[in-house]
C-alpha cells in the first residue's frame, strides 16, 4: 500500500519511475524516479507491522547550471540598472550644479569692517552665525567657491597664518586647513544650490564672551534694532506653517527611499518681525494643529529661541534667531510611524548613518575606527545601502574610491537623527540629514 502510495503521488508530480535499480521483495523495495530537474531514491523497509520511508532527492548539475546562470543574469540586469540610475542621478546633479553655479559670483571679495570675528569675513557673507566659545562660524554667501577660497588663502596669509596641503579643491567644494602659533582653522566652502555654505572650526576661532549675534548683524553692514510686537498671519497652503510677512522660505520633504511617504518635514524661513512676534506665532499657529510644547525644554532669549513639540506625526523642534535684522526659522518635524517601516530610525538614543554611492566604484569610509565598504550604487533606488548607529557626537571620516585617498571631513550627529552620506565619484561627500 505504501508503494503504491509513493508511485500515484509522485506520477501525479510529474515524476517518472526508472526501471532500472529498481528492487522489490516483500519486506523491502527500492525504486529510482526521475524528473526534469531532480533525480529521486525511494527505500521502504516493512519490520514489525510498520513501513519505513527514505525518500531522497538530489538537483541534476544542469538545472544547478540553469539556476546559477538565471541568477548571474538577473544579478547583471539589475547592477546594470543601478549603474543606469546613477549616471542619470549624476548627469541632472552636473546640469542642475552647472545652472546654479552660473548664479555665483566670481568677483574678487573685499572684508567687512567686522571685528567680532577673529577673521574677516567676505562682504557677501549672509545668515552668519558664529560661536566663540565653541570656535565655530558658519555664513552663506552668493560668491563661488573659487572666489571664496581665493579670498580666505590672500587674506590669512596677510594675517600669518600659513596654509596646509589639501585634498579637496574643487570648483564646487574647498577644504582648507591653516595653522598659526599652534592654533588651528578648518574652512569648507561647498555649493549648496544657488548659495555657498561656508563653515570654519578650529581653536584659531575661539574667544570668550563672543556675541554671535552681534556678528551677525555687524556683518550684515546693520545696527542690531528692536523691533515692535506684532500680529502675523499664517499662510493659507503652507505644509508648516509660516507668516505671510515672510522675505524667504523653503520647505523640504525627506522621503522613504522609493516612496513618496514622507518620514521629515524642515521648513526654513526669513520673517521681517521680531522673534517675540515670530515666537507668539508659531506657538498659536501649532497649537490649533495639535502640537503640545515640550515647555520644560524651551530656551528663550533676546536673540534666539528654541522649543520642542509633539505633533499628532512625531517629534519637532523649532529655532528662532536673529540675522540681517529679521528673524530666521527653522521648523523640523519626524515622522516615526514612516521611518521604522523603512529601517531609518536609529536605536534610541544613538543616531544612523546611511551610506550612498553614486559612483562607478566602490567607496570605502572610515569613521569611528571602522571601515564601512559602500559598493558601486549602494543607497540608490534600486540597492540599500550600508548603515551605521553611533552615540551622538562629533566624528571626522575619511573616504576612498578606487584604493585612492579623496579627503577627511567631519559630521556632528544628535541622539535620534538619521543623516545620509552621498559619495560622489571623485571621493566628496555631501552630508544630507535624512530623519
Not at 546613477?86 to 552660473?102: L, N, Y
Not at 570656535?135 to 596677510?158: C, I, M, P, W
Not at 574667544?207 to 506684532?230: E, R, Y
Not at 575619511?398 to 552620506?421: C, F, H, M, P, Q
Amino acid at each position: 500500500m505504501v508503494l503504491a502510495f509513493y508511485r500515484r503521488e509522485l506520477a501525479a508530480r510529474t515524476w517518472k519511475e526508472e526501471a532500472s535499480g529498481a528492487v522489490i521483495s516483500d519486506n523491502e523495495a527500492t525504486l529510482h524516479f526521475s524528473s526534469l530537474e531532480q533525480t529521486a531514491t525511494l527505500r521502504l523497509i516493512h519490520k514489525y507491522d510498520l513501513t519505513t520511508v527514505s525518500l531522497v532527492a538530489q538537483v541534476k548539475e544542469a538545472a544547478l547550471a540553469a539556476r546559477a546562470k538565471a541568477k548571474k543574469d538577473a544579478d547583471s540586469k539589475f547592477m546594470a540598472d543601478a549603474e543606469a540610475t546613477a549616471r542619470q542621478m549624476i548627469a541632472a546633479d552636473e546640469v542642475r550644479r552647472a545652472a546654479q553655479a552660473a548664479n555665483l559670483s566670481d568677483a574678487p571679495l573685499h572684508a567687512l569692517a567686522d571685528k567680532t570675528t577673529p577673521v574677516p569675513l567676505p562682504e557677501t557673507a549672509e545668515n552668519v552665525q558664529f560661536s566663540g566659545p565653541d570656535g565655530k562660524l558658519e555664513f552663506d554667501s552668493s560668491s563661488s567657491v573659487k572666489a571664496l577660497a581665493t579670498f580666505y588663502r590672500q587674506s590669512l596669509k596677510s594675517l600669518g597664518w600659513k596654509e596646509q596641503p589639501s585634498v579637496i579643491n574643487k570648483s564646487n567644494m574647498v577644504v582648507m586647513e591653516f595653522s598659526k602659533g599652534g592654533r588651528e582653522l578648518s574652512f569648507t566652502a561647498m555649493q549648496m544650490g544657488p548659495k555657498v555654505n561656508v563653515t570654519a572650526d578650529g581653536s584659531g576661532l575661539v574667544m570668550a564672551n563672543a556675541n554671535p549675534d552681534a556678528a551677525s548683524n555687524q556683518a550684515a553692514g546693520t545696527a542690531p534694532t528692536k523691533m515692535a510686537s506684532q500680529d502675523l498671519e499664517a499662510e493659507s497652503d503652507s505644509v508648516l506653517p509660516v507668516p505671510k510677512e515672510h522675505s524667504m522660505s523653503s520647505l523640504g520633504v525627506g522621503n522613504l527611499p522609493g516612496t513618496e511617504t514622507a518620514i521629515r518635514r524642515e521648513l526654513n524661513a526669513s520673517v521681517p518681525a521680531g522673534l517675540n512676534s515670530v515666537l507668539a506665532f508659531y506657538r498659536t499657529e501649532l497649537g490649533k494643529r495639535g502640537w503640545k510644547e515640550a515647555s520644560e525644554r524651551a530656551v528663550v532669549k533676546s536673540d534666539q529661541a528654541e522649543l520642542a513639540f509633539a505633533s499628532p506625526d512625531g517629534p519637532a523642534t523649532l529655532k528662532l534667531g536673529r540675522s540681517n535684522n529679521e528673524t530666521s526659522v527653522n521648523l523640523a518635524q519626524k515622522i516615526p510611524a514612516a521611518s521604522a517601516r523603512g529601517d531609518v530610525m536609529p536605536k534610541p538614543g544613538q543616531a544612523r548613518l546611511m551610506f550612498v554611492n553614486i559612483g562607478d566604484s566602490e567607496a570605502a569610509l572610515t569613521i569611528n575606527k571602522q571601515t564601512i565598504r559602500i559598493p558601486a550604487g549602494a543607497g540608490g533606488p534600486q540597492a540599500k545601502g550600508p548603515t551605521l548607529d553611533l552615540p551622538p557626537g562629533k566624528y571626522r571620516y575619511s573616504v576612498k574610491v578606487a584604493g585612492r585617498a579623496a579627503g577627511n571631513n567631519e559630521i556632528e550627529i544628535a541622539a535620534d537623527d538619521t543623516w545620509g552620506l552621498m559619495v560622489a565619484p571623485s571621493g566628496e561627500v555631501m552630508p544630507l540629514q535624512v530623519y
